[in-house]
């Protein structure tokens, strides 16, 4: 019984990624919210769709005039063309074809192309944009509780600027200033997002440093880098996992709303370039907005979904 | 009252938030003024057009405004100015930025304050619902929906709406009209797709908080109490659990504030093309023009840092228990 018992606290005070048995048992909490699953296989298909989708599709950029706005398969609309030998405006009813499921936009792109394309950049903006935000929320968060004193205080006062900074506002202007370049719209993403992070893991952080196994360390004569890296970090995981994946989708739409507003990478087709070319062409081709939007909205739901899973399963009770 | 600690405790968060909003004004300034345009560029394009010398122009324009001078001195005599509460000059709209605020802060505020009372009043009373009648299958519903809501993109939800009732049915103008009288029909018709725009996304954050803050209560110990003392279930919700729920619902929809004056707001007036706030300091930020941009963005955080002073001080008053030392 008793080695029972010392069994199971070696293994609890385990952090999550050498724990198996820890990463089961939240998996399998997890499991149990049908909507949290089905977040998680789109996030997946949305993966592989930006991974090896673009070796499928057609070129996004090929430009034809002769196939533009075409509806995707399924829908019709009417196209009106001047005859010059009648001189009267002819319309027919046009028809998707299986060449463009989904259609094609102004200039005759392949609407599939273009969506299957923008699924890998917004996916990166959203991993690489929210990673560097959380490690540096992470970062500010622990040594801002391990070192506690001025340096907490600074930090943090620091962190209650950035709270306050409008942070759209201060994101228009950084990507006005540095220059439309999706590595600058990330780069601003990721280090006005941070604040968040810092506050949650700063207060997780400050209950851990208390705590037996931190003091044990230090009686052993850990050094402070061994004490944050191997005991406080670690310890701080399953948190950033939850906050990881409930900021991503904030990301993202950070982005396609830089985009919208004009903003975006004009080089690269992301979820918001073509919905901003789209907004401008409803009466011609709703199409265009409506299928990189569908898009967004679906990917945003699918993190949430995920988010909200992985929180209930970690932890019940918090309100994140 | 016996709150002696309040008022140090005012001046001390006063004090504090004046310093933030110092700290964000000074970052935007130096933003905009090392923006790859000067403000005089404006000028310059018209000027040029009628055929005038182009470096003589600059110069001109630079030195009345003071722009030739090193860029600390612009700061201390602009950040100096700010002080005595005047906003300075719009290069791109030739005009005070007070006189322009003047004109457009009514866009702004007729569309955040429409937007907050139709999520409020609506997310609060779905989410007493979805709370009282947790796992049924309204309750998953509402969750489900508030999901969506959260998750819709508000400017294409904009979009999406201008498509269906503007393009397809004809039901509104694609377009805000600023034509219309502030206090007619025709303007709150033209609100009701810029409102639910910005409200969808609200309405369903305020559906989730205020369920999670009324399953915190429903639980405890008074509300069994006040069963027990065979008080209607009216009673029960209304006066017991929702009072208490109250708090962290009023924190988290203040905290909220920020992102949808900043967030939200600006995107919607730019869908629709209110020209409010957020769509003039949108149009200075593109012009250079940084009075403007410093003086909406002034407003902004202080409506925010206002607000949530505000909401603490109200807390202990709602809450005799908390105080802040």
Avoid: C
């Avoid at chain 1, 396609?256 to 011609?284: C, K, M, N, R, Y």
Wanted: charged share 15%; aromatic share 12%.
């Amino acid at each position: 019984m008793t080695r029972r018992l010392r069994d199971i606290a070696r293994k609890v005070g385990r952090p999550l990624y050498v724990n198996r048995r820890l990463v089961n048992y939240y998996w399998e909490r997890t499991r149990r919210n049908k909507l949290a699953v089905v977040g998680l296989a789109f996030i997946l298909f949305l993966i592989l769709l930006g991974a090896v989708g673009p070796f499928f599709t057609l070129d996004p950029t090929l430009v034809d005039f002769e196939q533009k706005n075409l509806p995707p398969v399924g829908f019709t609309t009417l196209k009106s063309v001047y005859d010059i030998e009648t001189d009267e405006l002819a319309t027919s009813e046009v028809r998707g074809i299986w060449t463009h499921p989904l259609g094609t936009d102004s200039k005759g792109r392949d609407m599939l192309a273009m969506i299957v394309s923008g699924a890998r950049v917004s996916l990166l903006v959203g991993l690489i944009a929210s990673g560097i935000a959380i490690v540096l929320g992470t970062i500010v968060g622990v040594l801002s509780a391990y070192l506690g004193g001025w340096a907490d205080n600074v930090m943090m006062r620091f962190t209650d600027i950035m709270m306050t900074f409008p942070f759209f506002l201060l994101l228009v202007l950084i990507v006005f200033i540095f220059g439309p370049r999706l590595v600058f719209i990330v780069l601003a993403i990721g280090l006005t997002g941070w604040t968040g992070t810092a506050r949650l893991v700063r207060s997780e952080s400050l209950s851990l440093r208390t705590r037996e196994f931190v003091m044990a360390a230090r009686a052993m004569g850990a050094s402070d880098g061994r004490i944050i890296f191997r005991h406080l970090v670690p310890n701080v995981v399953s948190l950033i996992i939850v906050i990881a994946t409930l900021s991503i989708p904030g990301v993202i739409l950070a982005e396609a709303a830089l985009s919208f507003i004009g903003l975006g990478d004009p080089t690269v087709a992301s979820w918001g370039i073509i919905l901003e070319a789209g907004q401008h062409s409803l009466d011609t081709a709703w199409w265009v907005a409506v299928e990189p939007g569908i898009m967004l909205f679906l990917t945003v739901l699918a993190f949430n979904f995920l988010g909200d899973g992985l929180r209930d399963a970690f932890d019940p009770k918090s309100n994140i | 009252m016996g709150k002696s600690w309040l008022r140090a405790y005012i001046l001390k968060r006063l004090l504090y938030a004046v310093i933030i909003a110092w700290g964000i004004l000074t970052v935007t300034f130096v933003l905009v003024r090392v923006g790859p345009s000067s403000p005089a560029d404006r000028y310059l394009a018209n000027m040029t057009a009628s055929g005038q010398d182009v470096s003589q122009i600059v110069e001109a324009i630079e030195a009345r405004y003071g722009l030739d001078k090193p860029m600390h001195e612009q700061y201390i005599e602009y950040m100096g100015n700010l002080f005595q509460g005047k906003l300075g000059w719009s290069f791109s709209n030739s005009m005070p930025v007070i006189d322009l605020i003047k004109t457009h802060w009514i866009y702004s505020f007729q569309l955040i304050l429409l937007s907050s009372i139709f999520a409020a009043l609506l997310g609060v009373v779905v989410g007493i619902y979805s709370a009282v009648k947790q796992y049924t299958k309204t309750d998953y519903i509402a969750t489900f929906f508030s999901f969506v809501g959260i998750s819709l993109p508000n400017f294409w939800l904009g979009v999406m709406l201008i498509l269906v009732f503007s393009v397809k049915l004809g039901l509104f103008k694609t377009y805000y009209d600023t034509g219309l009288p502030l206090f007619s029909l025709d303007n709150l018709k033209a609100l009701v797709l810029p409102v639910m725009t910005l409200g969808t996304g609200m309405l369903a954050g305020y559906v989730r908080y205020t369920r999670s803050a009324m399953l915190d209560n429903l639980r405890k110990g008074f509300v069994t109490t006040a069963r027990a003392k065979g008080l209607p279930e009216r009673t029960v919700i209304g006066k017991h659990v929702f009072r208490n729920a109250l708090l962290p619902l009023v924190t988290i929809v203040m905290f909220d504030l920020g992102s949808i004056v900043f967030g939200g707001a600006y995107l919607t007036e730019i869908v629709f093309g209110i020209p409010g706030l957020g769509q003039i300091s949108f149009n200075a930020i593109f012009a250079n023009d940084y009075p403007v941009v410093v003086a909406v963005t002034l407003i902004g955080t202080s409506i925010v840092l206002l607000v949530n002073l505000v909401t603490d001080v109200a807390y202990t008053y709602l809450d005799p228990r908390i105080r802040y030392d």
